[in-house]
């Protein structure tokens, strides 16, 4: 396994190739156009995205006001009302979908999401205590849209993220102890959530289980524009540090031997994916196995060694924009998004994972 | 593939005890196993002084003499009361919980021999807890004797999709889909149950309670209902510990050994489900044992099976002991559940082992 990763990460002699600047990009068709597909079908979907909702505004009408072309309700609806939303629930996708694909590279393990970094389990430490300690007092909507519960999330998700990286720094950080400290590190922030859990009313409580698994219906432009900063910044950094990911997936010996700087690198790669999934989470709580499934999708459907970052980013975006237009409307009542985005990406994860049997059995 | 496992570490450690016939060689393994077995013969003592803690302790203070009084059915009402309805049952469901889920962690993670699996990866406790939140929402059963059949029923009926799912893919051969199914199967289970604690109130407050695991209020009904599948599951789990240590050195060579791969694979995977299932019924999904104590385990006595085996089994019944002690005399009279000390306590703990300079890697 190690040998075909050695043989498809080094560049072939002859393989054609993009270069700008400092970064090269080999030209994979199977990713392209799976990157182009992907990014078509967000943007198609965040058109149906705001068309849909509880009065019906046609797509020519949506992509019409999204140009500024056109005045009255339908406008207002379109980018007061719906617009923040589909943009929070396509950025939440693709930080997410960025950062699991940056965490399970690194670790070299398809379950190395980023909560194994602490910062899930951080965001909801800070998020439930705020919800359940300030829940006797105000309402926690009015938590919400004061920026309460972003405020601790994010707060929570960076103390536990530095926790980790500082405890499992000894001379260095080797993923493989940084994996062991982050399940130490989020089993004791869990239990700390699940106390608050189980003592707190059962409203309280109910308030609480709604934001742990992760729901856009809060959502405004305040919850946009901090996602998309972050994005904007770290989605590109993260995609310039690529060919360093693979280089580091050689080992720590043979990285250092190629002039790849080790610690330097592992540090930035877990800032970003911290940054990241922080940013994402804060926004929409940590919307369910969106970091998991995306960059195993992506992997497959493009038949790479690794997750794809831009892909995983993108299917992250589609993941979460089709189940957000599932989750309002085909329930009766707004079904939190992070229930829907597991339940459409399970069955395909595996589906992929029955229909690849050859590819698996190498 | 990314999941390109670590160097193998059974190679290595085995090199390190055992190098060859040489005088010296022999007696550098004479010394290991002394090394080991005083490890274990430690275990037992520290099991020992915990089950005796945890038949003293409780929120009614009697007296060791008490204590025997009302073991040997010699004392008062209450005495017998208080230690045949309350203390022998928490004690001996500790136990069995404890030491099957550190068993059932170390046969998780020599199968998937990945690092972040834990007993619940093959949707035991995502299982178990669908069907019990079901009991609850449909029938209305929320007594502690009636619960742990349809967990058991959950955690089977979840484990047998996790199988098929797994078999389909991949005939078993390979633990990455093995994982990634899991995973997978796991969180479809979780956002159902998700979907119906967030409708029902009644449901999320019976729920939130099972979720973190505990041992108050059980008779040893709930320990005859799960004790057939904790000594099946162990019968298979030792049968399975030379096969797991050829799995070790990769699917290929255990082949090459002369190993039934899927014959092993089948017999673990059972051994796994039956262990998790049945002590998810008694106990509810106590995660953090699983997922810790064979990192600890490995860390004592290194990776040979026939060690790391029993060693689990004693660690995770002397840790669940001491956590159960420590939330009976933390909480008074509203005890703090196991599960949550558990990870308050053990988190810490497990970090600094983590933090050892020889670690050893899975």
Request: net charge positive; hydrophobic share 55%.
């Amino acid at each position: 396994m190690s040998a075909a990763s050695v043989r498809e990460t080094a560049v072939a002699p002859g393989r054609r190739g993009v270069r700008i600047g400092p970064v090269g990009l080999a030209w994979r068709p199977r990713v392209f156009w799976c990157t182009v597909t992907a990014l078509v079908t967000v943007l198609v979907l965040g058109v149906l995205g705001v068309a849909i909702g509880s009065t019906w505004i046609a797509p020519a009408t949506v992509v019409r006001a999204l140009l500024g072309l056109e005045s009255g309700p339908e406008s207002f609806i379109v980018t007061t009302l719906r617009l923040p939303r589909v943009l929070t629930g396509a950025l939440v996708g693709l930080t997410l979908g960025v950062a699991g694909a940056l965490t399970q590279t690194f670790t070299r393990n398809p379950l190395g999401t980023p909560d194994i970094i602490g910062v899930t389990s951080g965001a909801s430490v800070g998020a439930v205590a705020a919800i359940v300690l300030g829940g006797g007092t105000y309402s926690v909507s009015a938590v919400l849209l004061g920026g309460g519960i972003p405020v601790a999330a994010t707060i929570g998700a960076l103390i536990a993220a530095a926790v980790v990286y500082g405890l499992g720094w000894r001379g260095g950080v080797q993923s493989y102890r940084l994996v062991l400290v982050g399940i130490g590190v989020s089993a004791t922030l869990d239990a700390v959530t699940s106390y608050l859990l189980v003592r707190a009313k059962i409203t309280v409580a109910t308030a609480a289980s709604q934001w742990l698994v992760g729901s856009l219906s809060s959502t405004s432009w305040s919850s946009v524009w901090p996602l998309l900063a972050v994005a904007a910044v770290a989605v590109p950094l993260a995609l310039v540090t690529s060919a360093a990911l693979g280089i580091g997936q050689l080992g720590d010996e043979v990285a250092t031997g190629v002039g790849l700087h080790v610690q330097r690198h592992r540090l930035f790669v877990i800032a970003l994916a911290v940054v990241l999934t922080a940013a994402a989470v804060a926004a929409a709580g940590p919307v369910g196995f969106v970091a998991f499934v995306v960059p195993q999708i992506g992997l497959r459907l493009a038949g790479t060694n690794r997750p794809p970052l831009l892909l995983a980013g993108l299917l992250g975006a589609v993941l979460v924009l089709a189940a957000d237009l599932l989750a309002r409307s085909a329930f009766p009542w707004q079904v939190p998004v992070g229930i829907v985005t597991t339940v459409i990406g399970a069955p395909y994860l595996i589906w992929l994972l029955v229909r690849h049997r050859k590819e698996m059995t190498r | 593939m990314i999941l390109v496992p670590a160097p193998i570490p059974t190679l290595a450690s085995e090199r390190r005890t055992s190098p060859g016939p040489t005088t010296t060689a022999l007696g550098v393994h004479r010394t290991a196993v002394r090394r080991r077995v005083t490890v274990v013969l430690v275990l037992v003592l520290v099991l020992a002084l915990a089950a005796a803690a945890s038949m003293l302790f409780g929120s009614n203070r009697i007296a060791v003499d008490g204590v025997w009084a009302g073991l040997t059915r010699t004392g008062s009402g209450t005495e017998q009361a208080v230690v045949w309805g309350s203390r022998v049952p928490r004690t001996l469901i500790g136990a069995a919980v404890g030491a099957a889920l550190g068993i059932a962690g170390l046969l998780m993670q020599g199968h998937t021999r990945n690092p972040l699996a834990d007993p619940g990866l093959f949707g035991v406790s995502s299982g178990a807890g669908l069907a019990v939140v079901l009991g609850v929402y449909v029938f209305g059963v929320t007594s502690t004797g009636a619960t742990v059949w349809f967990a058991l029923a959950g955690a089977v009926v979840a484990s047998v999709v996790v199988f098929s799912v797994t078999i389909a893919g991949s005939g078993t051969a390979s633990p990455v889909p093995l994982a990634l199914a899991g995973a997978a199967v796991s969180a479809l289970l979780g956002a159902v149950t998700s979907f119906i604690v967030l409708t029902d109130q009644d449901s999320l407050d019976a729920y939130r309670l099972w979720v973190v695991g505990s041992l108050a209020a059980r008779q040893l009904d709930v320990l005859a209902a799960a004790l057939p599948f904790l000594l099946v599951g162990l019968v298979l789990a030792v049968w399975n510990t030379r096969a797991l240590d050829a799995l070790g050195l990769g699917t290929e060579l255990a082949q090459g050994l002369g190993e039934n791969v899927v014959r092993a694979r089948l017999v673990g995977l059972g051994g796994i489900t039956l262990l998790a299932a049945g002590a998810t019924a008694a106990a509810g999904p106590v995660g953090f044992v699983g997922l810790t104590v064979p990192h600890v385990a490995r860390a004592l006595v290194g990776t040979a099976h026939r060690w790391t085996l029993p060693v689990c089994a004693l660690v995770g019944a002397a840790l669940v002991l001491v956590a159960d002690v420590v939330g009976r005399l933390v909480g008074g009279f509203s005890e703090v559940e196991v599960g949550i000390v558990l990870a308050v306590i053990g988190g810490p703990v497990f970090v600094a082992v983590a933090r050892r300079r020889s670690l050893v890697s899975l």
